[in-house]
T-cell receptor
Framework: DVKVTQSSRYLVKRTGEKVFLECVQDMDHENMFWYRQDPGLGLRLIYFSYDVKMKEKGDIPEGYSVSREKKERFSLILESASTNQTSMYLC???????????FGEGSRLTVL | AQSVTQLGSHVSVSEGALVLLRCNYSSSVPPYLFWYVQYPNQGLQLLLKYTSAATLVKGINGFEAEFKKSETSFHLTKPSAHMSDAAEYFCAVTRMDSSYKLIFGSGTRLLVRP
């Protein structure tokens, strides 16, 4: 069964802390994504990676960075967490031909 | 700018009734279109996708959607709702500038009354 695995389902952090969200996929997909999900806003793209060490900003990259050192792993980094980054974070990988996304179960981050 | 509009943030139906969730997109060229479902505290799962083949697309759990180019719509239907269908549903479309990326609607939460 194909899978996208996010390392932490629930995190609670304090303002100013550095936060790492890890994501691993086993489908050998080139493309990986980080989305943020907030009520009434749907999913918004934070960053996208189309190959190892390659990344592209999405619609809301401010306050975030990413790392992709290996094809199967894509990390989202909050250098200094703020309360407005409290949200559900979803990692996904995709097939090139159709853009179909395969999602992890999400990481719910609370910043106090 | 491209957009996806889902009409109704909440839809409530009785068990056994027809489910209709609306999705309209803004685009001049038929893209790839998707419906995803999200159950509580889980990620999104693909329900069905349109990839320029048949305009009526059948998905999992008895759902189907019809692509209507003239109406720029891709509404999701199911003839008879089940309690287990209660979830949030997202319509998505590939971007014009990159088929790698999707644009999502804001979601519709389906409530099923016993």
């Amino acid at each position: 069964d194909v899978k996208v695995t996010q390392s932490s389902r629930y995190l609670v952090k304090r303002t100013g802390e550095k936060v790492f969200l890890e994501c691993v996929q086993d489908m050998d997909h080139e493309n990986m994504f980080w989305y943020r999900q907030d009520p009434g806003l749907g999913l918004r793209l934070i960053y996208f990676s189309y190959d190892v060490k390659m990344k592209e900003k999405g619609d809301i990259p401010e306050g975030y960075s990413v790392s992709r050192e290996k094809k199967e792993r894509f990390s989202l980094i909050l250098e200094s967490a703020s309360t407005n980054q409290t949200s559900m974070y979803l990692c996904a990988s995709s097939e090139i031909q159709t853009g179909e996304l395969f999602f992890g179960e999400g990481s719910r981050l609370t910043v106090l | 700018a491209q957009s996806v509009t889902q009409l109704g943030s909440h839809v409530s139906v009785s068990e056994g009734a027809l489910v209709l969730l609306r999705c309209n997109y803004s685009s001049s060229v038929p893209p790839y279109l998707f419906w995803y479902v999200q159950y509580p505290n889980q990620g999104l799962q693909l329900l069905l996708k349109y990839t320029s083949a048949a305009t009526l697309v059948k998905g999992i759990n008895g759902f189907e959607a019809e692509f209507k180019k003239s109406e720029t719509s891709f509404h999701l239907t199911k003839p008879s709702a089940h309690m287990s269908d209660a979830a949030e549903y997202f319509c998505a479309v590939t971007r014009m500038d990159s088929s790698y990326k999707l644009i999502f609607g804001s979601g519709t939460r389906l409530l099923v009354r016993p």
